[in-house]
């Protein structure tokens, strides 16, 4: 039997998402006949080294958000030799850092939003593009910080002044439309899903996870040309990255000049969330792989990166 210790907590702005996956990844790892050591990640760095002593032989990542996500808990499992699921060191710090992401993104000949990195000065002092504009945390993830500031909106200086993501903001235009996501496993994307946020006008933090937030259609109701540009435009990003194992690409797609309609790679994340109600478990469930079959691909998946 394979011995899976579950990382889940974590200390970014996504601990509360992170031990949501971890509980629903236990159960799922436990039903589908692992051994399952959970461990709740705190800001006790020493504490989770001495809780993977003796060594596990798999890591199951269910941290989301810095230090979980960007590369750095990958980096100690790599130095510690343990297997583990989803992407490495590299292509998880390329994915968090949104404006590194976008650079190679477009280097692949995927479109991407226009926009660069302004420092909370210069957004306070005027408009850095036209309105309306998407400002954003360059490493965040869950929508954690986006602010759209559109026509006739004031609130650009108050942003400035409470902006606490760091000295500077990503601010990209806004791309009006419709929200799509797709699941990748490996080199296999899974479907293609519109999102509808009930209320927000935008997929944010609380549409994400609030009960009722948002509405998935899955099949998207799409062009057939698009729906199947998108499923080739998430594997792209996921190789262009570098990415293994799971990841998922989040996309807005326009149809205001007509059609088919301009798609948009906005990011891509290397640890979806993963309850069952999840994005990537909706599609793959869609695609007949239930939730505790593909918890166990990605363990069977799980690898150490350092050599890559």
């Not at 080199?187 to 509405?215: C, M, P, W």
Request: hydrophobic share 45%; proline share 6%.
């Amino acid at each position: 039997m394979t011995r899976v210790a579950v990382l889940y907590g974590g200390i970014s702005a996504e601990r509360e998402v992170s031990l949501a996956s971890g509980a629903a990844v236990i159960g799922a790892l436990r039903e589908a006949g692992f051994e399952v050591t959970p461990i709740e990640v705190t800001d006790d760095a020493r504490a989770l080294i001495a809780a993977l002593t003796p060594a596990p032989d798999a890591v199951f990542n269910a941290l989301h958000g810095r230090f979980g996500e960007d590369g750095t808990i990958q980096g100690v499992l790599d130095w510690l030799a343990i297997p583990y699921t989803h992407s490495g060191v590299r292509a998880s710090a390329l994915a968090m850092d949104k404006t590194a992401a976008k650079t190679i993104f477009a280097a692949a000949g995927l479109p991407v939003p226009l926009g660069r990195l302004v420092g909370r000065d210069e957004l306070a002092a005027a408009d850095p593009l036209p309105l309306p504009y998407v400002v954003k945390p360059p490493n965040e993830g869950s929508s954690v910080g986006v602010e759209i500031v559109r026509i006739g909106d004031n609130r650009r200086a108050e942003i400035a002044r409470t902006w606490r993501y760091g000295r500077a903001a990503l601010v990209e235009e806004y791309i009006p439309g419709r929200e799509l996501t797709v699941g990748v496993l490996e080199d296999r994307a899974l479907a293609v899903t519109e999102i509808i946020a009930q209320a927000a006008g935008f997929y944010n933090y609380e549409s994400k996870y609030a009960d009722g937030g948002s509405r998935h259609l899955i099949p998207a109701p799409v062009d057939a040309a698009i729906y199947g540009r998108a499923l080739e435009m998430a594997v792209a990003a996921h190789r262009a990255l570098g990415c293994r194992g799971a990841s998922r690409a989040d996309f807005r797609y326009d149809e205001t000049a007509g059609p088919p309609g301009r798609l948009v790679l906005l990011e891509v994340n290397t640890q979806p969330g993963l309850t069952r109600t999840s994005l990537l478990p909706e599609q793959a469930a869609h695609c007949g792989m239930g939730f505790p079959a593909l918890c166990a691909w990605m363990v069977e998946r799980a690898a150490c990166r350092a050599g890559e």
